[in-house]
């Protein structure tokens, strides 16, 4: 089982994310409002897995990627965009991103996404 972060600046988003992950057996160690905050609570906190939302106030998601892959190169971030972002989901796989998840989601893609990134932490 994981310790994990999620990074959405909707909190409708954390419950629903934080649900999934703690019914399928994952530790939730915080939740972040904004890219900023997310990556405070990354250095702060250390989790195996972020699950980090692009679209955020004060600081993007992808900017919060890249501080969080510049100060640990092998950070697991999951990126959560909407529909229509295929460019910066690319974007963000360039810069580290480990995986993705478009919202809306369900709990078998996240479950399914999170086993994938947990079987490669080994």
């Avoid at 600046?9 to 915080?30: N, W």
């Avoid at 460019?87 to 480990?98: D, P, Q, T, Y």
């Amino acid at each position: 089982m994981a310790n994990i972060l999620i990074v959405d600046d909707s909190e409708m988003f954390r419950e629903i994310m934080r649900d999934i992950l703690e019914k399928s057996g994952q530790t939730v160690v915080g939740a972040a409002t904004n890219g900023a905050e997310g990556v405070r609570m990354f250095l702060e906190l250390r989790p195996d897995i972020v699950t980090m939302d692009i679209t955020m106030p004060e600081m993007s998601g992808i900017e919060a990627l890249g501080k969080i892959i510049e100060a640990d190169p092998y950070a697991k971030v999951i990126m959560v965009s909407s529909a229509g972002q295929e460019s910066v989901v690319n974007e963000a796989m360039i810069i580290g991103a480990c995986a993705f998840l478009q919202k809306p989601y369900e709990l078998e893609q996240v479950l399914e996404v999170v086993m994938d990134v947990l079987r490669d932490l080994g």
